[in-house]
């Protein structure tokens, strides 16, 4: 046999191979057509299994579509199984077609099923997700089974990014002027009406949905978005607000709203050497603008500060958690008056954080790095933990008896795997908890005087804010947002994770219909302050269903949509900037990108050539769903007058064919001796000569390098 020729038709390639076959004693030229692999280094091979969703001791047949080759050798593996070999079975539309049957001996949850081998035209790779089960029924084709049913199955992704509104980047007076601002980040807000509401930092904010900046999605830019509701004094938007310092306090932590009596509650834990404590304010009609700026009702101050807060699903108990160790519980009365009903030291915790509620039991967290503990420890209340060894130097988790308000009782502890800091009550008796660097770790909490850690599942960043609704789970990763299936107890499934484009449109590479860069500047998507939940009941647009979801940035408030039964690869980057050094002497330099699938379909990514980048190895990288992976591109002509400024990823994710990284090329570097850059930054306390200054100010470097004495930089992060 022998290839005749090559036909091209749009983006997909055609291959017609000429075969002898023999007929009737005669060998007769026929012509079949092979459709060509994606890819110029690989053959992609796409793969069906039946059925979809299983339970473990069953078997599900396999099928393996095989491009541009006309005979091959071929396995697949269910998770880390062993290898089945294939069988081939025909040939259909141009595709080889091999089968087998694989047994399933593998955890419930999501299982990556991996096919390898070689054929006549490359190396041939093909990944599939199979669900497995104990409860889940089988659904039929079309469909797949997510958030506890049966879902249309679609092409597109689960997270889309609608609307955008940007808080606190230039305000009036900006930070030394005379309306002077400290921080106004959004940290945590809700939908109420026509607006979202919620805690902006140094004030609680209500903005009109009308004036959000609606877009499609934010990986692609739409030429027909409105961007005119930017404030022209402050390129912000229109918000209608109430400064925290009319209650005596300056930032605020948590937002919580009572939605039958309008009454919002927030938590400060001080700072800038002020006091923290609770506030509550009587939010005005939502239905249209204008509105009137929410009313403040009762303050509570208190020098330890408080952090996060739960309300009792009828709004009437405020559960806070008070620094350094306490859960602290208030009736709050209709005309939003807080009485303290009790003030609960936590034992073995070290700092409250988070707090949800579920019944008559309150959970908390304490992200404190405690000392190891024995095998064998006595809990609160002398519940003995022998189901763990307490070895961990991280962070716990508490489980509090509240069915007596005026008299709480703990119950039990655990460790966790990280910093624990935002958790919610999942269904099954399941608490999922953010564990910082560590991801989300599940618990079981069918015995409340023992959570039981069932399941870590980690994550590119740091988790600090989970948050639960419509079957869904929904993380804050620092610069992504991952949405997990969480309707089986104890397992969590990754349908999508997006980064929005985000690092993309910090640098300036999407461009606005004004010629702009679609967002100002930034450096995250998703902190997790306390700003990530799906809204059961939530609309962000009229015209686009009832299941929405927020996130807030430093600068940012995001709202979304969650689209169930979604299918499509997600490509994610892990470096969105690269930075290399130019100039004389370094012509050439060879760099590596992370990137991640957090699809539920195989993503291939390669490197797009250009005059001065091309791909290192010229292979495509190729990834399963929830894989991650490295490529690398070299870059040449960095000594030259116009070094490249991008690379550009081509892939198969059907929103962002193609993705950029930016490139930094620095040609000068700083020297010892050389004078170093002037900066200023703010100061909490200013401390000279034993005695220290609490007043808010900002120190410029020069003016301490004048003094003669040295100027030492410590970084942390607090969020």
């Known amino acids: 046999m022998r290839i005749s020729k090559l036909h091209t038709n749009g983006v997909r390639w055609k291959a017609v191979l000429l075969a002898s076959v023999l007929t009737a004693g005669s060998c007769v030229e026929t012509e079949v057509e092979l459709v060509a692999s994606p890819l110029p280094d690989r053959v992609l091979a796409a793969i069906s299994v039946s059925p979809t969703t299983v339970q473990p001791g069953q078997s599900v047949a396999v099928e393996l579509q095989v491009p541009a080759a006309s005979s091959a050798s071929l396995s697949a593996s269910l998770g880390s199984g062993p290898a089945t070999v294939l069988t081939h079975s025909g040939r259909r539309n141009g595709y080889l077609i091999y089968s ?54 679609g092409s597109g992704h ?72 930017l404030d022209e004094d402050d390129e912000t938007t229109p918000v209608t607000e109430a400064l925290l310092t009319e209650a005596g306090l300056l930032h605020c932590e948590t937002f919580k709203l009572d939605r039958d009596r309008r009454i919002g509650v927030i938590s400060a834990r ?45 709004g009437l108990t405020l559960y806070a958690a008070r620094k350094p160790n306490r859960l602290s519980i208030w009736a709050i009365a209709d005309d939003g008056t807080l009485q303290l009903q009790s003030d609960y030291v936590v034992p073995a915790m070290g700092s409250a954080w988070g707090v949800t509620v579920s019944g008559s039991t309150v959970f908390m967290t304490d992200p404190t790095q405690h000392a190891p503990t024995p095998v064998v420890s006595e809990g609160p209340g002398g519940t003995a933990h022998y189901r763990h060894a307490h070895d961990s130097a991280t962070g716990r988790v508490f489980s509090i008896d509240v069915s007596d308000p005026t008299n709480p009782r703990a119950l039990g502890w655990n460790d966790t795997a990280g910093a624990a800091k935002g958790l919610t009550v999942l269904p099954n008796n399941t608490l999922a908890v953010a564990v910082g660097a560590s991801g989300v770790q599940l618990f079981d909490i069918s015995n409340l005087s023992e959570p039981i850690g069932v399941g870590l599942y980690r994550t590119p960043s740091t988790v600090n804010e989970v948050g639960f609704g419509n079957g869904y789970l929904v993380a804050a ?80 408030i995001f709202l979304g949509r969650v689209s169930p039964g979604q299918v499509a690869p997600r490509i994610v980057l892990r470096d969105s900037r690269v930075s290399v050094r130019g100039g004389e002497g370094n012509p050439q330099q060879t760099v590596a990108i992370r990137v991640s699938n957090d699809g539920r379909q195989v993503l291939w990514v390669r490197v797009k050539p250009s005059e001065y980048v091309r791909g290192t190895s010229g292979e495509s990288l190729v990834l399963g769903p929830g894989q991650d992976g490295v490529i690398e591109a070299t870059l040449s002509g960095l000594d030259g007058p116009d070094p490249p400024a991008q690379i550009v990823l081509q892939n198969n994710d059907p929103w962002t064919p193609e993705r950029t990284v930016n490139v930094l090329v620095t040609t000068v570097q700083y020297q010892q001796g050389d004078a170093a850059p002037s900066f200023s930054l703010p100061a909490v306390n200013y401390c000279d000569e034993g005695a220290c200054d609490f007043t808010p100010r900002c120190i410029q470097s020069e003016d301490v390098l004048k003094t003669g004495k040295p100027l030492f930089l410590a970084f942390f992060s607090s969020w």
């Open 100 to 153: 087998g049957t694989l047994r399933v001996d593998t955890p419930v949850g999501d299982q990556l099923l991996t096919v390898t081998g070689t054929s006549d035209a490359g190396a041939v790779i093909g990944y599939a997700i199979l669900h497995v089960s104990d409860v889940a029924p089988g659904c039929p084709d079309g469909t797949v089974y997510e958030a506890g049913s049966c879902q249309s199955k």
């Open 158 to 229: 689960a997270l889309t990014v609608l609307g955008i509104a940007t808080v606190g980047i230039g305000h009036t007076g900006g930070y030394e002027g005379p309306e002077k601002r400290n921080m106004m980040h959004p940290r945590e807000v809700t939908i109420l009406g026509s607006a979202t509401v919620g805690c902006h930092t140094d004030h609680i904010g209500m903005i009109w949905l009308g004036d959000y900046e609606w877009v499609q999605d934010l990986q692609n830019v739409d030429p027909n978005a409105d961007y005119s509701e």
């Open 270 to 314: 001080g700072t800038f050497g002020q006091d923290g404590g609770l506030a509550t304010w009587r939010i005005p009609q939502t239905d249209s603008p204008p509105y009137d700026p929410p009313e403040l009702l009762d303050t509570v101050i208190d020098s330890g500060g408080f952090e996060g807060i739960a309300l009792s699903p009828d």
């Open 477 to 556: 990763d620092w610069d992504s947002v991952r949405l997990y299936d969480a309707s089986e107890k104890g397992v969590l499934r990754l349908l999508d994770a997006s980064d929005a484009g985000l690092h993309s449109e910090l640098l300036g590479r999407e461009i606005g219909p004004d010629g702009l860069p679609l967002l100002p500047p930034s450096g995250s998507l998703a902190l997790g302050w306390s700003g990530i939940q799906i809204e059961s009941g939530g609309v962000c647009d009229p015209t686009d269903g009832p299941c929405a979801f927020l996130a807030t940035d430093i600068d940012r």
